[in-house]
């Protein structure tokens, strides 16, 4: 497995991040730290993927992992083309990664932001798309599945991040995606119950991610929004579809979904049919219960062993 995300904007990623970290059937070969969109609210600034490597090692550190080879950096910079690659150091392992001939497992490319460093390696090195599958938490609604939600982005969030690795992953590359939209990611609620008791109280770790919620709850307020009882964790179906597939025909099997052609995406966010493009998955709904429960019985059982004399 090859993880990506976006560790200097919303801390639903250290969720994932923690929770893959603690599955014991992926093999993690590689953490990218990737960019954010210029001038987000979580990190205005032009180095938000150097940020979140920073991130990326101050987590390893929290849970006592000397494995930081596997941390490479993403691109400060989106795409400048669908054609022209960004280098970075995560494109050199991802290659790397996929290009590999001593291993059988299938390879999954599991990412909660945006999609620059990804594009970028396929642009780079083309062959890397029968090589693994690519599950990413982003994209619009599809028409006939769901609608937006009130007030919504027209383009969504990790889409808008870099919307030409977008259409560079799914117009022209020929990559197998497992989409994730956003109407399915807005699914993944916890509630602050559950946050205090099934996560604050797992010791050091557990309270270092509730303090990351409850920041950003906190700068919500200050914006106007909210009150609410409920936080968001949408990265985390990138640990539900893959560390938590069925023994017996593996698969994604206890959470729901359809298969289309892989449309192009539009300008504007929106989707174009192509009816003899290769096939993807859209997921329509998650199983939170699985998602969530595992999760935290694996923070817990990872504090419980921290403890031991």
Not at 219 to 232: K, R, S
Request: overall charge negative; proline content about 7%; some cysteine.
């Amino acid at each position: 497995m090859i993880i990506d995300n976006d560790f200097a904007g919303d801390p639903d990623d250290l969720y994932q991040l923690v929770h893959h970290l603690l599955s014991p059937t992926v093999d993690i070969r590689a953490v990218v730290g990737s960019r954010l969109r210029d001038g987000d609210p979580f990190d205005p600034g032009p180095d938000s993927a150097s940020h979140a490597v920073a991130i990326l090692h101050d987590m390893f550190a929290r849970m006592g992992l000397k494995s930081t080879e596997l941390i490479a950096q993403g691109s400060n910079h989106p795409l400048a083309s669908r054609t022209e690659p960004r280098p970075s150091a995560a494109v050199d392992a991802i290659i790397a990664e996929a290009m590999r001939n001593d291993v059988d497992a299938p390879l999954f490319y599991v990412a909660g932001g945006g999609l620059t460093d990804l594009a970028s390696a396929v642009l780079t090195e083309p062959r890397i798309a029968e090589r693994m599958t690519v599950v990413w938490i982003g994209g619009n609604e599809h028409t006939g599945l769901a609608t937006p939600p009130p007030d919504a982005m027209p383009i969504e969030y990790n889409l808008v991040i870099d919307l030409l690795a977008g259409q560079a992953v799914f117009n022209d590359s020929e990559l197998t995606v497992w989409q994730v939209p956003r109407d399915v990611y807005r699914q993944c609620l916890v509630s602050d119950a559950e946050l205090r008791l099934r996560i604050a109280a797992t010791g050091d770790l557990g309270r270092h991610l509730y303090e990351e919620t409850i920041a950003v709850t906190e700068l919500a307020a200050t914006q106007g929004q909210g009150p609410a009882e409920t936080y968001a964790l949408g990265d985390s179906p990138l640990v539900l579809l893959t560390a938590l597939q069925s023994l017996f025909e593996a698969d994604s099997s206890s959470s729901r979904h359809q298969i289309m052609p892989t449309p192009a995406i539009e300008d504007d966010g929106s989707y174009t049919a192509r009816p003899d493009a290769r096939p993807m998955r859209v997921f329509t709904q998650v199983d939170t219960r699985l998602m969530f429960e595992d999760m935290f019985l694996k923070l817990q059982e990872f504090d419980t062993w921290l403890s031991l004399p």
